[in-house]
């Protein structure tokens, strides 16, 4: 298999003529029209025959790409290894953007990190080498940028190691964020299964105008799902309103749809998107679009009475959308952007901005860019500066070199915004920021996609608002919450008022992209001498060892490490930031295990009760502990667990560590898979009121497991300390396989056991 800087035709046309094969037969089985989200499904089914129930049954499928990002990919590849395979299955590729930190410029910062992460990139560049999977090296950007330029086509469906790539479903497909276990079961040639989902409609009409922006769209809609409302879930946006937005601006909605926890969101493929794909040099894959363009869209019976094909409809009317701003802490606390002054003035958070971030993979396209440089030039030129710092992260190298091409990146410069390396940077906390900026509360806004405490700088001070681009940068300018871009006026340097013009972007480049430097890097054709180094004392890559298989027996009395308090996403259970140092290295990361989760029995963050010697530590020194002493325990928490990242470290950790169960009110989707893929049960209270009788010294027993069947309740008996007890019943998704998962010790061992054989 030829590995290319993009999808190769040949690829593009396979996956089409199942479309011819499949789509209409689908139809006649189930006796009724498709949606779009139906049709790429049933395209990629694994046994086309199969039988799919919404929210109900598990499918496999068959994608058609893999794509890794560097802070994920080292403990995917780290697992593929240990199938002993010579080659992945799917064409994959591996995105080095996650571990560049933010500090001086692109240029420093990006040499800095080619030297400080010189051996987690030689090992994925090696790795990549020797299995066949394509290098994108520091530099070339950020994963889901780069996947809409080069890899992503209407109709496809990929997974990737990162929650955010729906992105790609601004082109039409279907891309679902995973753990590295399920990349690995599609590398190894195995289905990536899934729940079937189930499908929310978003029915947009009139079109964006003035000051808003695609980035409101998704904004509101997580305004009314809130953060949990698209779990298990596609989300599919149609109607007239949809063909106006840009396939970048579409990319963006569908991005933050991982902020509503959505299995991924997509739009139709269009126009749009047939200018975006010639736009950027794939004239040959949008004729093979626009050949199967009518198997590319909903059915138009689904469009005309969408309320009897999706679960749930929403209407959005594009033309009365205000711009919105949401946070801090959790992505789904919206308003419009004229409304924040006076709320933030009313929860005393601080009107004065510290720092003004544009960019991440959500807001970093050429249009976005337009956009925002269009309020600085207005600006310049009447007398007006940004007053606090701001900073912009370009989504790839492509769009970098276009933007600086075309004089936008001399824009920003000249209102003296620092231009960052094409990565995450601040997204992900990889902000080295000066420690006066936030060792006290202060409030910044960005064009980012997440929000929650300590997410960019670290700091649990820093009080995070996201936005468009084009919000960020007017906000830059105010300095202040306190302003209204549609309404407000500024104090230009000679004194006068000053209204800001809406912001005026362009699509697409006039003078088409330019590349910039390339940084792929295609696998050698003859891979046989390459060696993937693991130094047995680096503390940075660590090779995995198979966790055991379950014993047979029930769990009796274990203790509880953690019971969260409120939100334990991803970032509580695993932090990002310093920590992304040690993805390759399951022991160092395991130092971070639930570093930011809230006690809810002291209300501490990090740190609880030892029940070995009733001391108090940190979480993970107490996991440690408790490895080291051969105990087993249990963690219980609330609402939506695991929210956000697609991080299977959070899921690997407390394995790792000796958790056998993780028992909350609700899972966030990516992270129950995480958990069932590495043989920790992951179980939900049947009576939602449990979670308030478990208290700090109590044990709590897993009983009747050998009976474990899908779809049965497990029980659970809390045992007090006067020795009373409380019996409990809990939920669980697993279906036989997963349990097959669970007894085998994860799902790696039955692929190892697989390959081997
Ligand atoms: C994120 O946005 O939280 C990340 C960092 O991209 C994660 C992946 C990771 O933790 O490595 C994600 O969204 O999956
Ligand atoms: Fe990177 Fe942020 Fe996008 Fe995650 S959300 S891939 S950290 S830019």
Redesign the pocket.
């Known amino acids: 298999m030829a590995v290319t800087a993009s999808t190769p035709i040949d690829l593009v046309r396979d996956a089409y003529a199942k479309f011819e094969e499949r789509v209409d037969a689908a139809r006649q089985r189930l006796g009724r029209s498709l949606t779009l989200a139906e049709k790429i499904l049933i395209a990629h089914l694994d046994d086309p025959s199969a039988d799919f129930d919404r929210g109900i049954t598990y499918n496999d499928l068959r994608p058609d790409r893999v794509a890794m ?1 560097d ?2 990919a080292q403990m995917a590849l780290l697992q593929f290894m240990t199938a002993g395979l010579p080659e992945v299955a799917v064409p994959s590729t591996v995105h080095c953007d ?1 571990l560049i930190q933010a500090k001086e410029n692109a240029k420093v910062d990006l040499l800095a990190a080619e030297s400080g992460n010189a051996e987690v990139y030689d090992f994925l560049e090696s790795v990549s080498a020797k299995y066949g999977i394509g290098f994108w090296g520091p530099g070339s950007g950020i994963i889901h940028q780069v996947v809409l330029e080069q890899y992503a086509f209407p109709g496809a469906m990929m997974i990737g ?4 790539t729906p992105n790609a479903g601004g082109l039409g497909m279907v891309a679902i ?1 995973v753990g590295g276990a399920d990349a690995v079961d599609v590398m190894t040639g195995f289905p990536f299964n899934v729940r079937w989902p189930k499908l929310i409609g978003v029915h947009l009409t009139g079109s964006l105008n003035g000051w808003s922006a695609p980035k409101d769209v998704i904004l509101k809609v997580a305004d009314i799902l809130t953060v949990k409302g698209g779990t298990g879930a596609i989300v599919e946006y149609f109607g007239p309103g949809a063909n106006s937005i840009s396939c970048t601006g579409k990319a963006t909605i569908c991005n933050m749809g ?1 902020e509503i926890g959505a299995t991924t969101s997509l739009f139709a493929y269009d126009d749009a998107m047939n200018r975006y794909l010639k736009a950027t040099g794939r004239d040959e894959i949008a004729d093979a679009a626009n050949a199967v363009a009518h198997h590319l869209r909903a059915d138009d019976e689904v469009v005309a009475n969408p309320a009897d094909y999706f679960d749930q409809v929403i209407e959005i009317d594009l033309s009365t959308l205000r711009p919105h701003i949401n946070g801090p802490h959790t992505p789904d606390l919206a308003r419009e952007v004229s409304a924040l002054g006076a709320e933030a003035t009313e929860q005393g958070w601080p009107l004065d901005i510290s720092s003004a971030l544009v960019g991440s993979c959500t807001n970093s396209s050429y249009e976005d860019i337009t956009r925002a440089a269009s309020i600085l030039r207005f600006a310049a030129d009447h007398g007006l500066a940004v007053k606090v710092p701001l900073m912009i992260t370009p989504g790839s190298e492509q769009v970098r070199a276009t933007i600086e091409r075309d004089g936008l990146l001399g824009t920003f410069e000249a209102a003296g915004a620092t231009v960052l390396a094409n990565a ?1 940077g601040p ?2 906390g990889q902000w080295s920021r000066p420690a006066e900026d936030n060792d006290h509360v202060n409030t910044i806004v960005t064009s980012y ?2 929000n929650f405490p300590k997410r960019n700088d670290g700091s649990a001070n820093t009080l995070a608002f996201v936005t468009s681009p084009e919000t960020v940068v007017a906000l830059a300018l105010a300095g202040t919450l306190d302003f209204d871009p549609i309404s407000g006026t500024l104090t230009n340097d000679a004194g006068d008022a000053v209204s800001l013009p809406e912001p005026v972007g362009q699509e697409l480049p006039d003078a088409g992209f330019t590349p910039g430097d390339n940084t792929f890097v295609a696998p050698p054709d003859d891979r046989s001498g390459i060696e993937v180094k693991v130094a047995p004392t680096s503390d940075r890559l660590q090779l995995l060892e198979p966790f055991a298989a379950w014993d047979g027996e029930d769990y009796v009395d274990l203790p509880i490490l953690l019971k969260a308090k409120g939100k334990c996403t ?2 509580h259970i695993s932090m ?1 930031g310093p920590w ?1 140092r040690y ?1 390759g290295h399951l022991e160092n990361i395991s130092g971070n295990l639930f570093l930011g989760a809230v006690n809810a029995f002291t209300d501490a963050v990090g740190e609880g009760k030892d029940q070995i010697d009733g001391e108090t530590r940190s979480f993970p020194d107490i996991a440690k502990h408790y490895h080291e002493a051969g105990r087993s325990w249990v963690a219980v928490g609330d609402e939506n667990w695991g929210e ?4 299977e470290h959070a899921a690997m950790e407390p394995r790792f560590r000796g958790a056998k169960a993780i028992i909350v009110r609700s899972f966030a989707r ?1 992270h129950e898979a995480n958990l069932k893929k590495q043989g920790v049960l992951a179980l939900t209270f049947a009576d939602p009121a449990t979670y308030d009788q478990i208290d700090q010294d109590d044990r709590i027993s897993i009983v009747g497991l050998a009976g474990l069947t899908p779809g049965k309740p497990v029980d659970c008996v809390i045992t007090k300390p006067d020795g009373t007890t409380v019996e409990f019943q809990t939920n669980h998704t697993m279906s036989p396989e997963h349990i097959e998962w669970f007894k085998a010790g994860s799902a790696l061992n039955i692929i190892r056991a697989r390959t081997s054989s």
Do not use: E, F, V
């Open positions: 990002q802070a994920t996650h190691t990162d929650s955010h964020g991982a995450c997204c992900i996609n997440r991803t970032d990002a992304l993805r956000g990242s697609s991080r990516i």
